[in-house]
């Protein structure tokens, strides 16, 4: 069962679960009920899911909403011990500085509203004897928030601010994320007992300035523009152009899902090149005049 299938991140899910030989039960949020929670176990009654994966709103974004269909749906799963996928993010660790990196262990930083309802929303499912918080870093492509719409886009219009060469975040783009989350789901249906929260990460971090270098690079190699570097801010204690400790890392994908953590670089180019071409910036290639 797939809930909070309207974001992002859930639809990038969907699709990719058509090429496995699993039904999806994906109820519409815009009509059904998740606080009615006689509806949502007369629901599970009726469709009997196997697993339930649960997305927030937007990747970066909790919702109010979010926290109470994952209280719902944390009640339902333990009635009937049905294992619950949570997504969760970066950003429960707070927008605060933190010069290292934050591991699955590491408390949270609950500074603002936003991570308050993630850690609320992950509570929930920790309660459970079956369930899984994947966090994830900065999402690079596709979700309505990810990196390259809030780097590129004022890039494009000379307007992006400048950017540490310090401030160090991790990354991983939605193909990996989902490829990731199926892997999962699929090794738990084979019977893996891997319980608790995951980070899920790309092999390497980068600083904001080597990142928007790479964009950079890449914009002006795809197209007849000749953007500027922006200016860098250099040392630890200059600023910073991104919000939140993005910079997390962990074993457990990897150690317990043998999932293998791929360079952010592999694939950025033709990222960028999609980027672009979603914004009419590159021709569709695929249409040859005949």
């Known amino acids: 069962m797939v809930c909070g299938a309207e974001a992002d991140l859930a ?38 899911p196997s697993a339930v994966v649960q997305f927030p709103e937007r990747s970066r974004h ?9 209280k719902v749906l944390a009640l339902q799963c333990q009635t009937k011990s049905i294992p619950l996928l949570l997504c969760s993010s970066f950003v429960l660790f707070g927008e605060g500085y933190q010069q290292g990196s934050a591991l699955e262990s590491t408390p949270p930083e609950l500074d603002h509203d936003n991570a308050k309802r993630f850690y609320r929303c ?10 899984i918080v994947l966090r994830l870093p900065w999402v690079l492509d596709e979700a309505g928030d990810c990196l390259l719409n809030h780097i590129a886009s004022p890039l494009l219009s000379g ?35 891997n319980w608790g929260v995951f980070h899920l990460h790309s092999a390497d971090t980068c600083t904001e300035a080597e990142f928007v270098d790479a964009t950079v690079r890449n914009i002006n190699a795809e197209t007849s523009l000749e953007l500027p570097m922006p200016e860098i801010i250099a040392g630890r204690d200059e600023g910073r152009l991104l919000r939140g400790n993005a910079h997390i890392i962990g074993a457990r994908c990897t150690d317990n899902f043998g999932i293998q953590l791929p360079t952010w670089r592999v694939g950025f180019k033709t990222i ?19």
């Open 11 to 48: 639809q990038a899910f969907i699709r990719a679960m058509e090429d496995y030989p699993y039904s999806l039960i994906i109820p519409a949020s815009d009509v059904f009920d998740w606080r009615d929670a006689a509806a949502v176990s007369s629901l599970f009654n009726e469709k009997s």
């Open 62 to 70: 909790c919702s109010e909403r979010d926290v109470e269909r994952a």
């Open 122 to 131: 992950e509570q929930a499912a920790l309660k459970l004897d079956h369930s």
């Open 159 to 193: 307007q992006l601010a400048a950017a540490s060469d310090h401030h160090k975040l991790g990354l991983v783009s939605t193909d990996f994320a989902i490829r990731s989350l199926t892997a999962m789901l699929q090794q738990i249906f084979c019977g893996a007992e």
């Open 272 to 290: 960028v090149r999609r980027w672009l071409h979603g914004r009419g910036m590159l021709p569709d290639l695929r249409r040859v005049a005949r």
